[in-house]
């Protein structure tokens, strides 16, 4: 698994590393949706609405599977990727503390500590709430909220640093972490070949870090029955980043076990 989130966020992942993130750090969005297809197969009928969708990745398999795809990122340079990518699907340029969610949707998902990004200054665990409580409202009985929240301790030590490269690109990223607030900062920086001439972007993002039994308490206060799991499928993340299960009760998937 790579060092970035997903791309809910603005001016945040502009066009070189909206193309590294797609190139070499989809990983996260394959594992998500993977597990959410897992979910699927019990979810009653309707659309999937993905916040922070970033190139499509995740919404090419959704749409592949059957279901139709609603997705949003804040970065125009991400819509165009998932645009070329999945031409059915519906996206557009806009934060998840706006938009209006499709309705009766099976579904709602975010992969890639979307929630965590603080590019829309409005953005926290009480915009998450928030969300969640329209998620909450628009999901039938038997759908679901799936998703990865980043908590403290995510920069090891307190300090990260990492490099990784592809034919035609490279990228630098060093994270550091904050207590007070619980923050993580990122400093990330791309180069990529195009027509024969390497360039070079530098872009800073911002996570809230929120921990993991408020993030539960406030999705169980909404009435969700939530689980928490340690990552997609077998998969197995950091301590520090941790997948949040959300059913709403009743429907096919009101049983005690899920399989994903």
Same mark, same amino acid.
Not at 134 to 157: E, H, I, M, Q
């Given at each position: ?7 809910? @966020?603005?001016? =945040? ?18 594992? =998500? ?7 699927? *197969? ?6 999937? +609405? ?5 190139? =499509? ?20 340079? @991400? ?11 519906? $996206? ?20 890639? *500590?979307? $929630? ?19 998620? +909450? ?6 759908? $679901? ?45 791309? +180069? ?27 999705? *169980? ?15 197995? $993340? ?23």
């Amino acid at each position: 698994m790579g060092p970035l989130g997903a791309g809910d @966020q603005a001016p =945040g992942y502009r066009g070189d590393l909206s193309f590294v993130h797609d190139a070499g750090f989809s990983e996260l969005a394959r594992l =998500g949706a993977s597990a959410a297809l897992r979910l699927l *197969e019990e979810a009653p009928a309707g659309p999937v +609405f993905e916040v922070g969708c970033a190139g =499509g990745v995740t919404a090419a398999r959704i749409l592949a599977a059957g279901r139709d795809v609603v997705g949003l990122d804040l970065s125009p340079a @991400q819509i165009d990727l998932a645009r070329r990518r999945v031409p059915a699907g519906e $996206f557009c340029v806009a934060s998840y503390i706006d938009a209006e969610l499709p309705p009766v949707p099976a579904a709602v998902l975010a992969f890639g *500590e979307v $929630f965590n990004y603080s590019s829309d200054g409005r953005s926290g665990l009480g915009a998450l709430a928030e969300f969640a409580a329209r998620a +909450f409202s628009a999901l039938p009985g038997g759908g $679901f909220l799936l998703f990865d929240s980043a908590g403290p301790g995510r920069a090891p030590g307190g300090a990260t640093r990492g490099f990784a490269e592809g034919p035609d690109w490279a990228i630098l990223y060093e994270s550091s972490e904050r207590q007070s607030p619980p923050e993580l900062v990122r400093e990330i920086t791309t +180069f990529r070949r195009h027509d024969g001439i390497w360039r070079r972007e530098h872009e800073t993002h911002r996570l809230h870090l929120y921990e993991p039994r408020a993030v539960s308490s406030a999705l *169980e206060e909404i009435g969700f029955r939530v689980e928490v799991r340690p990552g997609y499928g077998e998969s197995r $993340f950091a301590p520090s980043l941790d997948v949040f299960v959300a059913h709403r009760p009743g429907g096919p998937s009101s049983g005690e076990h899920d399989p994903a």
